[in-house]
């Protein structure tokens, strides 16, 4: 089963680390050290526990969290008599408040006192702590802990986490947020068995996302911005070589050297009943559960070339991982790389670009994205062409005023209905008894969509 | 037909959707022999068998659009039972409970089975859908609506009340949804429910009563990282807006030296051109000043000014718009 081998932590697995608010993204290299928290550790001990354990750093490695351990802490700061009407009036903020100094812990970190344990010792040193309320007492022990205790849970990368991780750069991902990246895929109908064309200049998260969503079946085009592909967030996702087959690029410099290739598109009407037949193929194939996670390509004729194919392109995303993996010093003698690997490099380029080409000229895409710090307008006038009649287009932009350049553009060339410009406002909320409220800070802006359904072309 | 599939050519049994305008959308299911009314006239089913997706189709007082469905468009159109949750809310769901092809949900209750489309599309075609609810009516409509969209495979539907007999699985989900008025009530035997490798769950209250005690119960629980957060959308109309400038009266001073109509001319940016003419043949002296503030001004506009407005392009909200739906609440559950 997929399941299992794929909830385990392994060796060269990428992992998401979450400390608190802070989540980090690494990659699991038995005996290489991290650094976290101005703290450095390995995470070899990692290695054979299921995605969502929480481990504790003892010494630089990784000591799984027994169950229930954090428990009796918290309740150290439980109070048994009616405490409620505590305040906060005789309380000031000295110095000596606390007994223990920095000198002090800073030994007592070094004898190999746990965190927990360093905290207690914090509580037990405090003048003022039994005099704080319930509730003050209890946001006490959760600052020093934060401080202290250096608890991380290993978490399987997703596209939910990878937002919730980037949003704290978001500058790098044109300021997408995790709810408009929601609105993007479902308005987008992103389900198995899909070809779609994605312009992204979001790290590849949004590619990565509808890679997600795919599963291993369809075809995603991103077609990329400046000379190579930026898809880091891709990388993150560590998706099995099956689901990278999915993945097809093509660089938007040439995009105006693609054609609708009325032929093809005159085949697939004349000979409904052909391409019906392989249509059927491709839902017969999907519902063999599980198995079907080999390529649906197989399934399709026309796109039996492009999986054999495939394998050159496998090559050099195999190459580009092991460059990013490697040092430094590595990168240095990539420089030096001698004209005839340059020379294969690029022919492998141009057939990677002839695969994706064939997906565009069929003009039969099942929706278009474009999520990219440019302006969309020409990039989306130049794709629509080759997108299916009654399919979604959605378009992303971190200002509105360049979607209503698009929305009225593409009005006035008509062929689209259900136009939509709009904008989606997340608010979160800190939930506790008693004090329930929303959260003092949240996003102002996550984003705007324009999104459309194309018409058959009269 | 398979709804979660496009296809290429209307046929008998399909689900369509015409397309009269933004908020004027109807889906049927097509069968020889029944009409349609709409407000261009009557729409014989038959006349749309056989064309595309995506085409105009003529009624004898103008024509619509036939689109393909989608769990989208099923939401806008679909016969309501219940109060259901619109595509803002689903996309969050989705996205949180990291729904992907392959996972297994559970939700409760199916409702008018809005959601449901949405997961189904998204677990399709190797996941799986366990959809409960306590009205055996709602529960049977559900059924057969799945079987006419044709995913009925991808899921099942359960006529239960999860409140009091429980979930009855255990050990299977990837994902819980629920949508229930008491769901603390379900939340143990949702937990059951999950994998034992954990699993993610959400909550859809209304009200913050609601949240608070089922937040309270997943800590109990031992669920982790609990949010709960809030999303709406706010859609624009594009406009065109124009605002008149007001009349301030006569300049006198200084003022009076700089004459405005020049300078409203200069403003407006399909003339740049056309002023620097005209600047040319009355004075040569003056020209590289006027360059220079009509090239400030051609980046500085977000709209024409003359004299009477300044007339500019504007994303518009509504007046008025949903300001609450509910309160959605996640939280996760580590391998056991």
Not at chain 1, 341 to 349: N, P
Not at chain 1, 432 to 452: D, E, N, V, W
């Amino acid at each position: 089963m997929e399941s299992t081998c794929v909830n385990v932590i392994k060796d060269d697995s990428q992992v998401l680390i979450r400390k608190g608010e802070n989540i980090k993204i690494f990659r699991v290299k038995k005996g290489r050290d991290i650094f976290m928290d101005n703290t450095k550790f390995s995470l070899d001990g990692a290695i054979g526990y299921p995605f969502g354990t929480t481990f504790d750093v003892v010494k630089g490695t990784l000591v799984k969290v027994a169950k229930g351990s954090n428990k009796e802490i918290e309740s150290a700061g439980k109070d048994t008599e009616g405490t409620q009407l505590k305040d906060n009036r005789d309380l000031y903020d000295l110095d000596s408040n606390q007994k223990l100094s920095k000198e002090e812990i800073e030994k007592l970190k070094e004898e190999g006192v746990s965190g927990n344990e360093l905290v207690e010792h914090l509580i037990e040193n405090s003048l003022t702590f039994q005099k704080k309320t319930e509730y003050s007492k209890e946001k006490y022990i959760k600052k020093k802990k934060r401080k202290h205790v250096l608890q991380l849970t290993i978490l399987r990368p997703t596209t939910r986490l990878l937002c919730e991780m980037y949003s704290k750069s978001a500058q790098k991902i044109c300021y997408l947020r995790v709810d408009t990246l929601a609105q993007i895929l479902t308005y987008g109908n992103i389900h198995a068995g899909l070809t779609l064309a994605v312009v992204d200049t979001c790290q590849g998260l949004v590619v990565g996302a509808v890679m997600e969503r795919l599963g291993g079946f369809g075809h995603v085009i991103h077609i990329y911005h400046e000379s190579i592909p930026n898809r880091t967030a891709v990388e993150s996702y560590d998706f099995p070589a099956e689901k990278m087959k999915t993945l097809y690029s093509f660089p938007l410099n040439q995009v105006n050297t693609l054609t609708l290739q009325k032929t093809t598109y005159e085949v697939n009407n004349t000979c409904g009943s052909n391409s019906d037949e392989a249509t059927n193929d491709t839902s017969e194939q999907m519902d063999v559960e599980l198995n079907a996670n080999k390529d649906v390509c197989d399934a399709l004729n026309v796109d039996k070339d492009i999986s054999e194919k495939r394998t050159d392109v496998e090559d050099i995303d195999a190459d580009k991982l092991c460059e990013k993996s490697v040092g430094k010093n590595k990168t240095k003698g990539k420089r030096n790389l001698d004209e005839s690997e340059r020379k294969v490099r690029k022919e492998q380029r141009a057939k990677e670009w002839k695969d994706a080409r064939y997906l565009l000229e069929r003009g039969q895409l099942d929706c278009l994205i474009v999520a990219s710090k440019l302006h969309p307008t020409p990039i989306v006038k130049a794709l629509l062409k080759f997108v299916a009649p009654s399919r979604p287009i959605v378009v992303y932009s971190q200002f509105k005023e360049a979607l209503m350049d698009c929305g009225v553009s593409l009005r006035e060339e008509g062929g689209m209905v259900n136009y939509r410009l709009s904008e989606t406002w997340l608010r979160e909320y800190q939930v506790l008894p008693q004090r329930t409220h929303p959260k003092i800070q949240m996003s102002g802006t996550g984003g705007y969509l324009f999104t459309a359904t194309t018409l058959a072309k009269s | 037909m398979n709804f979660c599939k496009y296809k290429e050519i209307i046929e008998e049994g399909d689900t369509v959707i015409l397309y009269l305008g933004f908020n004027n959308m109807h889906a049927i299911t097509v069968k020889t022999g029944e009409t349609f009314q709409t407000r261009y006239g009557a729409l014989r089913h038959s006349d749309l068998i056989g064309i595309k997706f995506g085409d105009k189709v003529q009624c004898p007082k103008g024509y619509l659009i036939t689109l393909h469905p989608t769990p989208e468009l099923w939401t806008v159109n679909l016969p309501h039972r219940t109060q259901i949750l619109y595509t803002t809310d689903i996309s969050l769901v989705t996205m949180q409970l990291d729904l992907r092809p392959g996972s297994i949900v559970v939700e409760s209750g199916t409702g008018s089975g809005s959601l449901s489309h949405a997961i189904i599309r998204s677990i399709m075609p190797i996941g799986h859908l366990y959809t409960f609810e306590f009205h055996s009516q709602r529960a049977a409509l559900a059924e057969q609506e799945f079987q006419i969209h044709g995913i009925s495979q991808y899921v099942t539907v359960a006529h239960r009340d999860v409140c009091s007999d429980g979930f009855g699985i255990e050990n299977v989900a990837d994902a819980v949804f629920l949508d229930l008025p008491c769901p603390w009530v379900a939340l143990p035997s949702a937990k059951k429910a999950l994998k034992q490798q954990g699993g993610r769950l959400c909550s859809f209250s209304p009200c913050i009563e609601q949240v608070q005690k089922t937040c309270e119960k997943l800590t109990e629980l031992e669920f982790v990282e609990l949010s709960t957060m809030e999303c709406l959308v706010r859609n624009f109309d594009i406009r065109t807006i124009s605002l008149p400038t007001a009349d301030l009266g006569p300049h006198s001073g200084e003022a009076a030296n700089n004459p405005c109509k020049q300078e409203a001319v200069l403003m407006d940016n399909c003339d740049a051109d056309k002023v620097q003419k005209t600047s040319n043949d009355e004075n040569l002296k003056d020209k590289s000043d006027q360059t220079k503030v009509s090239t400030r001004y051609h980046q500085d506009l977000i709209g024409q000014k003359n004299e009477t407005s300044f007339c500019f392009k504007s994303g518009v909200p509504a007046t008025q718009m949903p300001g609450h739906t509910g309160f959605l609440t996640f939280a996760t559950l580590y391998p056991q």
